[in-house]
């Protein structure tokens, strides 16, 4: 069964809107998760690194205050894309890594800006 | 991180064998080796991890040569379902806050 869930899996927002998505790790507590982001034909990019209960660590380039972070428990993070424009349209999923294990991959929720 | 390197795409047809390699010249001793398989709009699916020798699980094997400075992924009688894009990471698994860097993956397409 899924070991990571995300929601949405789709949304669609206009120009200067916040959209929130959620990781949950549902098979193990996950002290750390990760989000990546992945544009049509590329490779998956690690954004940031979310740990719970302390702030997140970023990516160079990956602007802290346009994705905020937020690791609120040891079982969900969130992402909120903020003021968000078209060039955000994306495939974000998050993942989690249990010590000594592979890493598993959520679904992937797919942003698309208006 | 170490660095991995693999062909950008290779074709098949179904029912044959598909060997997909990886180059990983700086591994590191405590990295390990692992296989991802990604369908369009979905996350990427585990596939197998291994050290060093062989590995085999219900749907794959990974050889590591000795050196462990290359890995090779076999798809035993690839159907049409297997097109998709293959990732080969290599990462220290010991640490749950250590993520692992994607490279830029191998489109499988298989053929009718």
């Known amino acids: 069964g899924a070991v990571v869930s995300q929601h949405p899996s789709w949304v669609i927002c206009k120009s200067g809107t916040s959209v929130k998505i959620e990781c949950r790790s549902l098979?193990?507590?996950?002290?750390?998760m990760f989000w990546y982001r992945q544009f049509p034909k590329q490779s998956l990019m690690l954004m940031a690194t979310s740990n719970e209960g302390s702030k997140a660590t970023y990516e160079q380039g990956v602007e802290k205050d346009k994705f905020l972070i937020n690791h609120a428990s040891l079982t969900l993070s969130t992402l909120t894309v903020t003021s968000a424009h078209p060039e955000d349209s994306s495939f974000y999923i998050c993942s989690v890594r249990r010590r000594g294990y592979e890493q598993y991959f959520g679904p992937g929720t797919r942003l698309t800006v208006t | 991180l170490a660095k991995t390197t693999q062909p950008i795409s290779m074709d098949s047809y179904e029912g044959q064998e598909v060997n997909i390699t990886c180059s990983h010249n700086n591994i590191a001793t405590n990295d390990y080796i692992t296989w991802y398989q990604q369908f369009p709009s979905q996350g990427p699916r585990f596939i197998i991890q291994?050290?060093?020798t062989k590995v085999t699980n219900e749907v794959a094997s990974l050889f590591i040569p000795a050196d462990r400075k290359s890995s090779t992924l076999s798809l035993p009688r690839v159907s049409l379902s297997d097109t998709a894009v293959y990732y080969c990471l290599v990462g220290d698994v010991s640490g749950s806050a250590r993520q692992l860097t994607f490279g830029s993956g191998t489109q499988l397409t298989v053929l009718p």
């Open positions: 098979d193990f507590q996950a002290t750390t």
């Open positions: 291994g050290y060093k």
